[in-house]
């Protein structure tokens, strides 16, 4: 199981997870669909992905003290740095505050290269 927006709805004020220690709760942005290819390849295959990834913040930690980080805003962080978590069967993607690079301005849309 992914993790959705839904399990972040505030029942009695809560959400089902909070970060703590400046990190961020995040999730990946849908990259726009690529056109099928009629070309085997092995199921392993991954394409080359960028050092830097687009993301939309849903949890942030109390302790964040970057300014402009708001639940929904996009930011491009390192790729590397995202911590992929599976607890209590749900997947989960952290990132320190210190790895964001910047905020994708309101209003544009960001497609991954």
Avoid: W
């Avoid at 995040?26 to 990834?53: F, G």
């Avoid at 849903?58 to 929904?72: F, K, N, T």
């Avoid at 994708?104 to 849309?109: A, F, S, Y």
């Amino acid at each position: 199981m992914t993790v959705h927006r839904d399990m972040f709805d505030k029942p009695k004020g809560k959400n089902m997870f909070k970060p703590v220690n400046r990190h961020l709760l995040v999730e990946p942005v849908d990259k726009a669909e690529e056109s099928e290819h009629n070309i085997l390849l092995p199921e392993d295959y991954r394409p080359q992905q960028s050092q830097y990834a687009a993301v939309r913040i849903i949890e942030v930690a109390d302790d964040v003290s970057l300014p402009h980080i708001i639940i929904g805003s996009v930011v491009v962080v390192e790729r590397s740095m995202i911590k992929e978590i599976e607890c209590l069967g749900c997947k989960l993607n952290l990132i320190l505050e210190n790895y964001v690079l910047g905020k994708v301005n309101d209003g544009l849309e960001f497609e991954e290269a």
